[in-house]
Nanobody, 124 residues
């Protein structure tokens, strides 16, 4: 059974960097051909796919967030991370990490494991 757990600060000030880590257990983030995604859901809105790091370390980002997003990984800890720069209150959301069987962007039906989500609020 694969489990994903998000961790990081719940409160970030405007203009700062939001940093979250997803710890994976029960499976390796380097196993072919899985992909490891970050998705968020602002209050009252739908899911927004942010980006993905694949089993081979390749990354892909949402065009709307690409200029201020970085996804990386630490294979020794079986973790992958999200950094979102220059945040504003519009970045307030529940942030999820999730696994897909390939790079499927926002085709959420093809995701098989999700973290429980973590609330991040951007406020001074």
């Amino acid at each position: 059974q694969v489990q994903l757990q998000e961790s990081g600060p719940g409160l970030v000030k405007p203009s700062q960097t939001l940093s979250l880590t997803c710890t994976v257990s029960g499976g390796s983030i380097t196993t072919s051909y899985y992909a490891w995604n970050w998705i968020r859901q602002p209050p009252g809105k739908g899911l927004e796919w942010m980006g993905v790091i694949a089993y081979d370390g390749s990354t892909y980002y949402s065009p709307s967030l690409k200029s201020r997003t970085l996804i990386s990984r630490d294979t020794s800890k079986n973790q992958f991370s999200l950094q979102l720069y220059s945040v504003t209150p519009e970045d307030t959301a529940v942030y999820y990490c999730a696994r897909s069987r390939a790079i499927v962007y926002s085709d959420y039906d093809r995701y098989d494991y999700w973290g429980q989500g973590t609330q991040v609020t951007v406020s001074s």
